[in-house]
């Protein structure tokens, strides 16, 4: 059967913005990437090598996504 949701739940997974105002220019998941990068670059006090090893990539990876995101080492 079909569940039922209310509306607010609804419109929230319907449109993942909904009720947040940004000030950033980036979309959102890019938004919440930047946001999570950064926290686990500031967790590793800028350490790219420590970074990548939690994040499960390749520091090009990194390098490629903090130039996409403006992401600076910190």
């Not at 999570?36 to 990194?62: D, F, K, Q």
């Amino acid at each position: 059967g079909m569940i039922s949701m209310p509306d607010e739940k609804a419109t929230a997974m319907s449109d993942p913005s909904a009720g947040h105002q940004s000030t950033d220019s980036l979309p959102i998941l890019d938004a919440w990437e930047r946001r999570g990068i950064e926290s686990v670059l500031r967790r590793h006090e800028g350490n790219v090598s420590a970074a990548c090893r939690e994040l499960g990539i390749s520091r090009i990876t990194l390098w490629r996504k903090m130039r996409k995101l403006g992401i600076s080492r910190q």
